[in-house]
């Protein structure tokens, strides 16, 4: 069997590698991929175009931002979102992290930040609809993600995962999950990383399907998000 190689600061040390396997679901989870992002791409078409204008008109910075993330088998990916902080983003995270401790505790312990200087006035918005996902639909067209899945982590967040990451390194990483319908930022990280293991360890189509369903109402009322 393959094996792919982790990236360095993984949980895994440089000179392991782990067992290379199909993602859940096969060929059955990929075509409902491609088939529902392709068909949501076309649909959302005319909102996407709108939301590009609208963030490059809110400092000149680029539309789009990709974030490297762990994928399927442990491989890198830039995870493509609208960009909704300001271009001098991590002078404000270090300034603002420098004069608050209880933000620094924060930051430790979930990598988010309920008040965020970073986000601007435009991206407030698109976060608290989830509409800064969006450009993720390309991500699954690509192969790099899956509608239902794990949402997507770096390297640092992997570790705490410890010996449920195998579970998360077994299918693609989804642009909405069980975590996204149970509460998001209001559940515990620990909380996240149980849903994400039943989630691998329970998956069918048919949960995938009731998970999108879900979807709907917890990003409509925009629960847990910011």
Known sequence: ??????????????????????????????????????????????????????????????????????????????????RTMAVNGD?????????????????????????????????????????DELPQLLNIIRGEMSVVGPRPVVDEELKVYDSSAVYYLRTRPGLTGLWQISGRNDVSYESRIAFDTHYVQNWSLFRDIAIIVKTIPAVCLARGSY
């Open 91 to 131: 002078e404000l995270l270090r300034a603002y992290l420098l004069n608050n401790p209880e933000a620094q505790e924060e930051w430790r312990k979930t990598r988010k930040l309920k008040d965020d200087p970073r986000v601007t006035t435009v991206g407030k918005v698109l976060r608290k609809l989830s509409l």
């Open 1 to 82: 069997m393959k094996s792919a190689t982790r990236s360095a600061g993984s949980p895994f040390s440089n000179s392991e590698q782990v067992p290379a396997t199909l993602p859940i679901g096969g060929l059955v989870k990929r075509s409902f991929d491609v088939t529902t992002a392709a068909c949501a791409l076309i649909f959302f078409s005319p909102l996407f175009l709108m939301i590009m204008a609208l963030v490059k008109m809110t400092d000149n910075g680029p539309a789009f931002y990709g974030h490297s993330r762990i994928g399927h088998n442990g491989r890198v990916f830039k995870c493509m979102k609208f």
